[in-house]
């Protein structure tokens, strides 16, 4: 068997290295750092990302990317050939490949239909996951699954097709890694096999109670709320807005809100708070630098997560938790794994302002023991469980059960 300070691993990104923050990127970022420090050979490939691959985020850039909206959100997807994926595959060597969301089009499949021998372990990693896929998703699935083939040349038949774009990927893949049991369950339903979950990471090395904080912010006196994420329909913000806008009208104006991030949504989501007229107490910070982020989770009194479904795992929750910040979020899959125990009766019904005011009144008001005991058992908790420390060990014993 290989040995692990042997071990050379390729991570596959399905999506685009942008300069804007991603769950995928940054977790596959992480994971690398964590699994170099374990003595693997680590190498990230993923499409159109020239920029990325000159700041050293990027080893290798196969194929270009493009953006694809849906109803909740947009992702990029990529266009890939198997000649450049041989030439890639050939110089790393790798003894495993894992392919983060590998049924995006298309550089799971051109990775898959590049292998040569000896043939490495081929395991998939699943983030993403929807509450219920509506009538275009369905009819896409249906497509991908049965109609869309890949062209094949040769000698014998000239041109003949492959056997199909999502068996050829589900044939091949030798293991499967979930990123939550919510995550899990949804692919299980799609795909029947066996899914091993490991959590997202952090770094909680970073992400701690202690540092400093964004000290304009609390001038003024008012208790913070914050969030971060993409604007998406499915994130709620217009949920929160609500909710604060319910709060100060019922006479809590002692509050103000934080919006952090970017989206397809930023531009309605502004002009519904200039319509409620917020504007002195909501304030649209844009996207953050990773310190500055942290940063204001210390800052904060409370974070809030609002979502209203398709979470696959909502790393903003233990992010905050490790800085030693209360959190609200609303009672999904992929959140309620995150929030531990003593805040998951602060958990709001999603698609639901007034409950997620109360929720957010009720934490604001927790006293002074109370909270202190929440934050210190919260940060420790979070430190145990999701320090990439330990979720790199969980991958690398999956990889060498693989292996075996």
């Known amino acids: 068997?290989?040995?692990?300070?042997?071990?050379?691993?390729?991570?596959?990104?399905?999506?685009?290295?942008?300069?804007?923050?991603?769950?995928?990127?940054?977790?596959?970022?992480?994971?690398?750092?964590?699994?170099?420090?374990?003595?693997?050979?680590?190498?990230?490939?993923?499409?159109?990302?020239?920029?990325?691959?000159?700041?050293?985020l990027v080893d290798f850039v196969l194929g270009v990317g493009f953006k694809v909206s849906t109803d909740?959100?947009?992702?990029?997807?990529?266009?890939?050939?198997?000649?450049?994926?041989?030439?890639?595959?050939?110089?790393?060597?790798?003894?495993?490949?894992?392919?983060?969301?590998?049924?995006?089009?298309?550089?799971?499949?051109?990775?898959?239909?590049?292998?040569?021998?000896?043939?490495?372990?081929?395991?998939?990693?699943?983030?993403?996951?929807?509450?219920?896929?509506?009538?275009?998703?369905?009819?896409?699935?249906?497509?991908m699954k049965y109609f869309v083939r890949?062209?094949?040349?040769?000698?014998r038949t000239l041109l003949s097709l492959s056997t199909g774009y999502v068996s050829t990927i589900n044939n091949n893949l030798d293991g499967r890694i979930a990123v939550s049991q919510a995550t899990r369950k949804f692919w299980q339903k799609m795909l029947p096999a066996d899914y091993k979950v490991i959590y997202n990471g952090i770094d909680t090395d970073k992400l701690t109670p202690d540092g400093a904080k964004i000290n304009e912010w609390m001038k003024d006196g008012r208790k913070i709320v914050f969030f971060a994420g993409r604007?998406?329909?499915?994130?709620?913000?217009?949920?929160?807005?609500?909710?604060?806008?319910?709060?100060?009208?019922?006479?809590?104006?002692?509050?103000?809100?934080?919006?952090?991030?970017?989206?397809?949504?930023?531009?309605?989501?502004?002009?519904?708070?200039?319509?409620?007229?917020?504007?002195?107490?909501?304030?649209?910070?844009?996207?953050?630098?990773y310190e500055r982020l942290i940063q204001a989770y210390r800052t904060a009194d409370v974070v809030v997560a609002p979502s209203t479904g398709g979470e696959g795992f909502n790393r903003t929750i233990i992010e905050a938790r490790a800085c030693g910040t209360l959190v609200v979020c609303t009672d999904i899959h992929g959140q309620n794994e995150a929030i531990g125990k003593d805040l998951s009766v602060f958990m709001a019904k999603p698609g639901n302002p007034r409950d997620l005011s109360l929720k957010i009144k009720s934490i604001l008001n927790l006293g002074r023991a109370k909270r202190h005991e929440i934050l210190k058992r919260g940060a420790e908790e979070v430190k145990v469980n999701f320090s990439w420390d330990k979720i790199a060990e969980e991958h690398i014993e999956y990889y060498k059960k693989l292996l075996n």
């Open 231 to 289: 604007h998406d329909p499915r994130k709620g913000i217009d949920d929160l807005i609500n909710a604060l806008n319910i709060l100060i009208k019922n006479g809590d104006d002692s509050i103000k809100l934080k919006i952090a991030g970017r989206g397809k949504m930023t531009e309605d989501l502004t002009e519904m708070v200039n319509k409620l007229n917020l504007q002195k107490q909501i304030e649209f910070v844009g996207i953050m630098p």
């Open 150 to 155: 890949r062209p094949k040349l040769s000698r």
């Open 1 to 56: 068997m290989t040995k692990e300070k042997d071990l050379s691993i390729a991570l596959v990104s399905s999506y685009t290295f942008t300069k804007e923050p991603g769950g995928v990127k940054d977790f596959i970022l992480g994971l690398k750092q964590a699994l170099v420090k374990k003595n693997c050979r680590v190498y990230v490939i993923a499409p159109g990302s020239k920029d990325a691959q000159k700041k050293g």
């Open 72 to 143: 909740q959100t947009e992702f990029r997807a990529s266009l890939s050939r198997k000649k450049t994926a041989k030439t890639i595959l050939e110089a790393i060597k790798p003894d495993i490949v894992v392919i983060h969301e590998p049924f995006v089009p298309s550089i799971g499949h051109t990775i898959i239909s590049s292998l040569g021998d000896p043939r490495p372990v081929i395991v998939g990693q699943f983030h993403a996951r929807r509450e219920e896929l509506n009538w275009r998703l369905k009819l896409a699935e249906f497509i």
